[in-house]
């Protein structure tokens, strides 16, 4: 496994955080970004609530271990946290998460919300998505219903990603995308795939 | 209260002003920007008339007392002062006021003004609004009729504000956006989270 | 009459073209800038053809006699310099001259193409156009055939100024928009205020 | 024929790479650039597969003989270098060939499948293709349906281009455009104007 929490990784996740608020993924201080610093015992890196990702550096992170309690740093952890964590357990290979709100995916996730799942197939940029080595694939991304109960959110994601280990992310109803990847440069590539492929279906589908 | 007039919340408002351009908020010298030096005798400043907002620097400010009279600095206050003001003494906790034109914002004016509001219902990106704790509230923006009598305008949105204390913004049909905070920080993330949802909400209706 | 050919203006006229490059409205070496450096006898400093207005520097300007000869610099004029000279030759107060192609904009030349002219009216940025001072206004951009006959063009656009001294830009169908001002201050400003509402208009038409 | 493979070419093609990524034109490491560094012998210089196209510069790049095969720098060529090397062998001329992927692009290549071609005519934009000298032009780009056979795509592309050697491009269908020109900053000009046009076209055919 990666050593996430290197200093060159942690470095690379603030500027991922400056990119995606620049493209408008993660306006208004929305948006977590995280990545394991250790397995065993799990200590996390993910930004403190409320930070303004436009100007996201190492001060905007803190560790925390498998309970959310602080390790080091200020701030408080946001309560997404939960969701982050839950990831990094169900999921062995995984060493960062990022959490994004898009405009576009905000809508396909009414658009699909009766099927379950936001739904892409037959695009060349699915291949982006780690694994996937042909556009002939279906890559289905499951709509959770949106709560402020982050400890029945945490648990409805368990199920899901223990029933469904390939899936490279999920969306929260009217919220936002999660997704993940071995590294930081990877997740970073997840989500400008699936940025890129939720504008094209939005824009195909005339919901524009 | 916080003292809104410090030299960091000047280069703070300022630096909003040009990133907000940049995203095409307040092109060709339109919007206003302002801030509470003062309550008691209120002065506040505010962005000159006529000032590229591209380049807005500490030279482009206005102070003014509770007349719209200039305290100091070069330029003339635009006529749209008169509305920062009566938002100032309507609203005893605002400590900044931020006026911006979008076209998503111009197109729901016209899409919703017969119902009085731009509704805004079940979007996670609401909590980004100050005091709002779930994703289950509903956001009016209401619509007020455009006009060049400011004297007028200044009257209809004192009553406005003391009928509906509680509202974030209100919008002037086919012209711009209000909204307010109690620190530049929360009017700057007050704007970025209506114009997400304003993108959202527009998009989704099909008004493209 | 502002000596618009003076060493601020030149570098004024090459930073907007920069920037309008950046967002999208002089692509692929499109597009022409011009200023007036001198109306008697008349002399006009403009950019020369097929340079890439996103690098634009001094050494992309060419300087001009009323007969589209050079009078200075390396490099050849467009055809549609010609259309530039009728403009400054018909209204004796402008000092320059932008010429753009914006996607928003050319669909509606199609879309308005029938009525003779894309009509804007009721917004509140309509003020930003030199000389209107209220929304209450109904801009008409006329729009023109396009052809590559540019002695054609010319004295149809003369034609057009003479009978319409108040307009502030006409649109070559399909092509690109010409809008002037006393200044490349104004010019920039018309600019960004057409672009705006093309958007706003092309949006709320359904056309996207 | 140019000297591709100067020095300078070199950077341009990498600056070019960092400009189209922020465009969003080659997203999540998609995208191939490559230009011609010598004919007799054929050795091309083209991206390294899976490069962060934001942050391009010289080490993004390898250098290939007409086998596909490695003869300077360090990584692995993608599979589409076949399709690069099929456009050099057929067109004489070219001397840099550009391969991205744009939302537009992507959803035309599906609203035009049936009639085998983007059809794009009547636009002042198209004269930024080389040899085109009036807005009285249609151009076709060819729809090929995608695959992952790049043996069997390449036999296609050199059929094609054998039969049409006119056209500027060609775009692999829910994939990406290829286009080409004599030296770097035409094909980059021909990418702009493809991508402009693109969007003129999706926009006014309300696929959006």
Chains 1, 2, 3, 4 share one sequence.
Not at 47 to 72: H, M, P, R
Not at 75 to 102: D, F
Request: glycine fraction near 10%; hydrophobic fraction near 40%.
């Amino acid at each position: 496994m990666k050593t996430a929490g290197s200093i060159e990784s942690h470095a690379e996740l603030a500027e991922a955080g400056r990119e995606f608020y620049r493209r408008g993924w993660v306006l208004g201080t929305s948006g977590n970004f995280s990545m394991l610093s250790s397995r065993e015992p799990m200590r996390i890196c993910i930004t403190s609530s409320g930070v303004d990702k436009g100007k996201l550096d190492e001060t905007g992170f803190l560790e925390l271990d498998e309970n959310a309690q602080i390790v080091q740093g200020f701030g408080s952890p946001s309560a997404e946290t939960l969701l982050h964590l839950t990831v990094y357990r169900a999921l062995p290979k995984v060493g960062s998460v990022l959490h994004t709100h898009s405009v576009w995916g905000v809508i396909l996730s009414d658009v699909f919300l009766k099927g379950g799942a936001i739904e892409i197939k037959g695009y060349e940029m699915l291949k982006g998505l780690s694994g996937v080595t042909t556009h002939e694939h279906t890559e289905w991304v499951p709509i959770i219903e949106n709560s402020q109960n982050y400890d029945a959110l945490s648990a409805q994601i368990e199920a899901l990603l223990h029933d469904n280990p390939g899936i490279h992310g999920f969306y929260l109803h009217r919220h936002g995308l999660y997704t993940w990847g071995d590294s930081v440069a990877e997740v970073r590539r997840h989500v400008e795939i699936f940025e890129f492929l939720f504008e094209v279906v939005g824009r195909a589908l005339r919901t524009t």
